[in-house]
């Protein structure tokens, strides 16, 4: 039976989930994840547990923080003035913006407080500090195009 190495294009079912249950993604056997081990696009850590398993075969590990979507980083939360926004809409703690800054790069936040002059803008990822439980079955392993 063939087992996933280093440069195999794999599909897979997938589901991640917090600690606490909650969904984080889910795909199921009509839309599987297609991944290239060792490209470096995923998870590096699934990618490694991906390695020699087979067809079929399910596995699920516990990324860390920083195997997922990095640490949280608390320089990342910064105060905006209310005044920086012109919008239709009412913006409360919860809501995600866009920020642009000047140097054309784009920002997105979570509004984690609020006053009457400034906005309490966290730019983490939403996922960020957190543990992710990652359950994946392997569909199929692809033949390796050849060029």
Wanted: hydrophobic share 40%; net charge negative; charged share 25%.
């Amino acid at each position: 039976m063939k087992t996933i190495k280093e440069g195999d294009t794999v599909q897979i079912v997938c589901e991640a989930k917090l600690e606490d249950g909650e969904l984080c993604y889910q795909n199921d056997a009509q839309n599987p994840m297609e991944i290239v081990i060792g490209e470096g696009k995923f998870f590096p850590a699934v990618e490694k547990a991906l390695e020699e398993m087979t067809e079929g075969q399910t596995k699920v590990i516990t990324l860390e923080a920083e195997d997922a979507f990095g640490p949280h980083i608390d320089d990342l939360v910064i105060k905006v003035p209310k005044s920086v926004f012109k919008t239709e809409v009412t913006l409360e703690v919860g809501s995600r913006i866009k920020i642009d800054a000047p140097t054309g790069k784009s920002f997105v936040g979570t509004i984690v407080a609020m006053d009457d002059q400034t906005f309490t803008l966290d730019l983490n990822h939403l996922l960020a500090g957190k543990r992710i439980i990652v359950n994946f079955t392997v569909l199929s392993i692809l033949e390796p195009v050849k060029h």
